[in-house]
């Protein structure tokens, strides 16, 4: 898959257009070789930066996944640092949120606003002093300067630029006002900001995935037009706040950051902090910079849309496990041979074999996920087990006060609290593997939650269970004995199971000469019609099992899916499962053979 890379600095000429996408394959090519994929020696300190401007998603957990499994794969420190400092975006509630979220889905930061350490405070919005030293010292070595330019000229600029077709970035209008003038009308009060002044060649750097990156391009239509493009990106806006790229590097620097892995579409960023770095005289951390999540349509995952929120995901029943598990199965490559992977396995194997370019997320893999988790925690029977339980209780128990899965549903003869939840770990017990969320769960298996309507047999609909008709009238009244005759206490999976087989070895052994006696041609309408489409020789005892199956299926399950018959009946109870089976066979009896055919068949027998 392709990758644009965007870097944002100059040339030697000020009419050489500074931020543009470019491209050295044979140079990165030979570089990528060079590239260490282990994890360092030494202990990593990392960092999650975001922003309270939009809540928790998709892209962004993966962006603290791995950053928290680099920090635990080397014995380092992971941290959390708020980057609030854009006031007006900035949501009431994504704060709190951010750490409740970070939280459910299993990461815990060693530093951060809510556990202190030694580097705080980790809230940019309370570091504002320090941002505006370093401003200062910049402004005193000349590596920035200050803009004077109104919101109103910047506004035309951009304008004009884009007429030509050119990018809005600066011209270095105020780069020529002589320092003592720039101090004095900073002192009586002239709004300004503090911009970067970015070297002619960006600083070049070795990304942990796309090797050598920081070979410029010219942009030749704004030499041709005379117009000089600078990026110079403002550090310190007229309120004193700072912007991303001064806030990031000073704190990363005193956080004493050592590798920094985020989205591609920060590449663009990274020569301009590269270039502040080099200003102070500091050591710059590591980059490994991952391709983004996109949609179907190719679209980047976004915070202020909504898109994919983490929240959303816990609400409908996702477990933080497999959706940890999900993001980190994009754009990182791993040896197992399963994909399916808990946080303690993916710390144990985790290493720096980032993939290149974007990646379309597909939403059946978190549902494989799902499902393999839910088995996992039904055979171990542990707290999970029990918390999926309780959750799944608790979802059903509000849909059979208040319905909303099914907002016209009338529900008969529901369950209640400890019954409930009973029936509910034992068909989970049965049914883990297959186990998405609490609705689909409870759309899948109704039938044992409250007295789902037996369907009507219909010409065109189920025709394999067209069979109760004939084959129901022959084993039903041996199966309703059987079943019938067992007592509560000996009312069990293995002994239901065991007397649904001798029922069906009963009826098979009294009728073993039934295709002899009846030959086809002589077969009546109605048993043509069940087996038209379905051929199940009745007099294999396997098929005549079958067919016992089926039948008790379209009673008890009422035709739904689910686990074998005899263990649904033990989950439902004895008087539950015979009420089902009598209503069975009083719809059997309504819906007998026509008077007519029935003549018919007479006569030809």
Sequence with gaps: ??????????????????????????????????????????????????????????????????????????????????????????????????????????????????????????????????????????????????????????????????????????????????????????????????????????????????????????????????????????????????????????????????????????????????????????????????????????????????????????????????????VALYGWSHSHKSDVLSLPDLIASFDMKFTKGNTIVEPHKLMYLQKKYAAKYADEGGPQFEALVDRVFEAIQQEFRTPSWHPEAEYQNPPNGLELRTRVANVLKHTAKNYITPPDFFDNYSYFFYDVPLPEFKDGSGEKYAICREIGAELSGSIEFALGTMRPEDWSESALKEAISAAVEEVEAKNKDFRKQIPAKQESPLLKHAFQDVDIPILNIKEAYKAAQLYLRWGIARGGSGPPMHTAMAILGREVSLQRLYELHELLQAEAVKPGEEEEAKGKL
């Design 1 to 326: 898959m392709r990758v644009r890379i965007f870097l944002a600095f100059g040339n030697h000429s000020p009419t050489v257009r500074l931020s543009r996408a470019f491209s050295s394959a044979s140079r990165l090519g030979k570089v990528d070789r060079q590239i260490n994929q282990q994890l360092p020696s030494s202990p990593a300190r990392t960092r999650f930066a975001p922003s309270p401007t939009g809540y928790l998603h998709l892209g962004s957990l993966r962006t603290a996944l791995f950053n928290y499994l680099l920090a635990k794969a080397t014995g380092g420190q992971f941290l959390l640092r708020v980057e609030d400092t854009d006031k007006k975006r900035t949501i009431a509630d994504a704060e709190e949120r951010l750490y409740s979220d970070l939280k459910w889905a299993g990461l815990q930061w060693d530093e951060g606003p809510d556990v202190g350490g030694p580097h705080g405070p980790y809230k940019q919005s309370e570091r504002t002093t320090l941002y505006q030293e370093h401003a200062e010292k910049l402004l005193q070595s000349g590596h920035a300067y200050r803009c004077f330019c109104s919101p109103e000229k910047l506004k035309e600029l951009a304008r004009r630029r884009a007429s030509l077709g050119l990018p809005s970035d600066y011209d270095r209008t105020c780069d020529g006002i002589p320092r003592t003038q720039s101090d004095e009308r900073a002192s009586a009060g002239d709004p300004f900001v503090i911009r970067l002044r970015v070297p002619s060649e960006p600083p070049e750097y070795l990304d942990l995935v796309y090797g050598l990156v920081g070979k410029p391009n010219h942009n030749k239509k704004a030499q041709n037009l005379g117009e000089a493009l600078y990026e110079d990106p403002v550090l310190l806006k007229s309120d004193g706040l700072p912007t991303y790229h001064l806030a990031n590097v000073v704190d990363d620097h005193h956080m004493d950051i050592t590798h920094v892995v985020r989205a591609a579409e920060w590449m663009s960023s990274t020569p301009k902090h590269l270039t502040l770095y080099n200003a102070f005289g500091w050591k710059a951390p590591h980059f490994a910079h991952v391709g983004l999540l996109q949609d179907s349509g190719r679209q980047k995952f976004s915070k202020r849309k909504g898109d994919l929120d983490v929240r959303r995901f816990g609400d409908q029943g996702i477990f933080p496990e497999a959706l940890l598990n999900y």
